[in-house]
């Protein structure tokens, strides 16, 4: 019985994590992009560099709660199968 409990608790704190996962992909897809521009030394826009720096710093954040919800959830099926 308490495998069972246990195997719940760890899908609950894996969707909360999924969840968190969820709201900064969203935020990223979010991040406002000025127009295409480059200097005259060919390089981007400094708002452009800071506006990649946010989606990365954002998607990064998204990838290690992706992952962390992944783990918890393969933890909690095979704690339910073999209790």
């Known amino acids: 019985m308490i495998m069972k409990c246990i195997a719940i608790a760890l899908a609950i704190v894996a ?18 992009f000025p127009p295409l521009l480059t200097t005259a030394m060919g390089d981007f826009d400094p708002k452009m560099k800071a506006a990649n720096a946010k989606t990365a710093k ?16 393969t933890l909690a099926g095979v704690i339910s199968t073999l209790s």
């Open 15 to 32: 969707l909360g994590c999924s969840l968190i996962a969820a709201y900064y992909w969203f935020k990223s897809a979010g991040v406002e």
């Open 58 to 73: 954002l998607n990064r954040k998204a990838a290690i709660w992706t992952g962390i919800a992944s783990v918890l959830g």
